[in-house]
């Protein structure tokens, strides 16, 4: 019998870092007993100009955590991914970010973030499931393929 595959449940790296570099992405990541809710997003600027081209490169994403009951509006800024030249993106904290490092919403992303940004591996120990929602767009995914791997038809075709 194959791998039984969970719907929502990105497991390689590649797959992770697609998604979470998609523009408009929301996701949990879940270790263990914990486990929180992010939101990245491509800052506006790079969004338009990219989007255009069908560039998935963009310079500037803003990291954001789930902190209260709603699901829409209750998101915290916590810092920044910022490509470095290199086509790594390093996470970073600013005079704005309400989290720090040490903070384990804080510390959970970063632990993920490092492990997919160079590719190497995905913890056992971590799960990454989306929402059911293209990463790109924000549209609702319906077709099995785009639900699989978290990006609409249309929006896959452009990146």
């Known amino acids: 019998m194959g ?21 408009n992405s929301t996701f949990t990541v879940v270790n263990g007993d914990e486990r929180f809710t992010y939101k990245v997003k491509s800052a506006a600027k790079d969004r338009d100009k ?3 081209t069908g560039n998935q490169d963009r310079t500037t994403y803003f990291v954001m955590v789930l902190t209260g009951p709603s699901n829409e509006s209750d998101f915290q800024y916590m810092g920044m991914l910022k490509e ?16 720090r490092q040490g903070a384990p919403a804080w510390d959970l992303f970063d632990r993920a973030w490092q492990a997919v940004d160079h590719g190497c591996y995905w913890p056992r120990t971590l799960e990454f499931w989306h929402e059911g929602q293209c990463c790109v767009c924000g549209r609702k995914l319906t077709v099995p393929e785009s639900i699989a791997s978290g990006i609409g038809p249309e929006c896959a075709g452009k990146m």
Request: no cysteine.
């Open 84 to 99: 470095n030249g290199n086509g790594y993106y390093p996470f970073f904290s600013t005079a704005k970010s309400r989290f």
């Open 3 to 23: 791998a039984v595959v969970e719907q929502g449940r990105l497991q390689f790296p590649g797959e992770i870092r697609k998604f979470i570099l998609g523009g």
């Open 50 to 52: 990219n989007w255009s």
